[in-house]
């Protein structure tokens, strides 16, 4: 009896693991053998980049989100058009916004140099997009690694995926859980707005047409963003600090200080308010939280074994 309740622990265990490893197909070893200055490489071109412009933190840690959220982290926002597909970099949320592009192919280029082939376009992203939160003084976090590029992309599956910025609670819920990301996770992801820009046609109908901001703040904006024309023009998504990593942008929206009305929808006497306060009232429980959600959503669907490619130049799939 004893032994086959032994011979059960083992097996379930055993199992387990099996399931586990099934899971995590990304590990943060999978260059230390293939390219073992491969994450170097990589941080010291963000970090150089970010010296040079502040602001291209932010444009790379949103162009992870924008490449997850669109059918896995596989890089196919970095892809440009082609005669057989349009890309997603004139989707309605990345045209004219989304930006690094440049950044991107210095980096591959550089790595093409150290390890010809070895890291995928898709790995760049999610590496990148930490070590500009790192730099800027946000929390760390392991990335797994082995993502490998797709071949392909679709301009209407970014327009279907990713969130606009006049969403309302419930549709933010649906487009995150579409992502397998809880309410939590949500709410933990869009403290990556305590950095980076936003153009006035992102925010404009919030600061003239609602009611659920705060009007001296509604007036500073307009100046900078007027009722038509100036689309373009930028401001902080977190008006005290946008290019440092922290918990400010929740201490906004409890004083109604949201830049985008889905910003403002996080904390509008709904059942979100309680983890904006949170955030708010503690930084570490932030960064534990934003980390944590980091990682899950650097996993959706990545391309691994034989499927996708490791692309040479992450604008255009490999010719064969
Ligand atoms: C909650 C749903 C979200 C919505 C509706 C949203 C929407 C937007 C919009 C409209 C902008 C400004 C774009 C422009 O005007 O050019 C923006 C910027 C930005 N978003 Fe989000 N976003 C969301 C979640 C996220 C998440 C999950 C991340 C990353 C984890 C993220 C990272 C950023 C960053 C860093 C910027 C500034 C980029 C820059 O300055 O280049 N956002 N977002
Ligand atoms: C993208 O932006 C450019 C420049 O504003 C514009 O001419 C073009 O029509 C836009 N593309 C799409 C698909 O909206
Ligand atoms: C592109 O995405 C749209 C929206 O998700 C989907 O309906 C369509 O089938 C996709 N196209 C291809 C070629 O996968
Ligand atoms: C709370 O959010 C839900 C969507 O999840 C929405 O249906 C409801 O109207 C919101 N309540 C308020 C008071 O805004
Ligand atoms: C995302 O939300 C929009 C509403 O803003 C909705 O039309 C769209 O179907 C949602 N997409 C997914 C994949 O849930
Ligand atoms: C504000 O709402 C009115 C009425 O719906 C609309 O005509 C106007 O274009 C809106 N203005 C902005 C800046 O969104």
């Not at 586990?20 to 963000?46: G, I, M, N, R, T």
């Not at 892809?79 to 980096?107: H, Q, Y």
């Not at 109604?256 to 709904?270: A, I, R, T, V, W």
Request: proline share 4%; charged share 20%.
């Amino acid at each position: 009896m004893a032994f086959y309740n032994l011979l059960l622990i083992v097996l379930i265990v055993a199992s387990r693991a099996l399931i586990l490893k099934a899971d995590s197909k990304l590990s943060p070893e999978y260059y230390s053998s293939k390219c073992p200055k491969a994450l170097s490489v990589v941080q010291a071109a963000v970090i150089a980049a970010i010296n040079r412009e502040t602001r291209i933190g932010a444009s790379l840690l949103r162009l992870h989100f924008h490449d997850c959220f669109v059918n896995g982290c596989d890089a196919s926002v970095l892809l440009d058009d082609t005669g057989s597909f349009i890309g997603e970099k004139t989707a309605i949320p990345n045209n004219n916004s989304a930006r690094g592009f440049d950044v991107v192919d210095a980096i591959k280029a550089r790595l093409e140099k150290v390890c010809p082939q070895v890291m995928s376009c898709a790995d760049i992203l999610a590496l990148a997009a930490r070590d500009s939160v790192v730099y800027l003084g946000g929390p760390s976090w392991e990335v797994g690694l082995g993502r490998r590029d797709s071949t392909t992309a679709n301009r209407s599956a970014a327009n279907t995926f990713i969130p606009p910025p006049t969403s309302s609670l419930g549709d933010l819920l649906l487009n995150f859980s579409a992502q397998g990301l809880s309410v939590k996770e949500m709410v933990a992801l869009a403290g990556a707005h305590t950095i980076g820009l936003a153009r006035c046609t992102s925010f404009r109908a919030h600061i003239y047409n609602e009611s659920n901001i705060d009007s001296s703040f509604a007036q500073s904006l307009r100046r900078n963003c007027p009722v038509s024309g100036n689309d373009n023009k930028l401001s902080p998504l977190d008006r005290q600090t946008p290019t440092h990593f922290d918990n400010l942008y929740y201490k906004n929206l409890l004083d109604k200080k949201g830049l985008l009305h889905s910003d403002q929808e996080l904390f509008n006497n709904n059942f979100t308010d309680f983890l904006v306060q949170t955030y708010a009232a503690d930084n570490q429980v932030f960064f534990q939280d934003f980390a944590k959600a980091m990682i899950k959503m650097s996993q959706i669907k990545p391309l691994t074994g034989s499927k996708g490619e490791i692309r040479i130049n992450c604008r255009k799939v490999n010719q064969n």
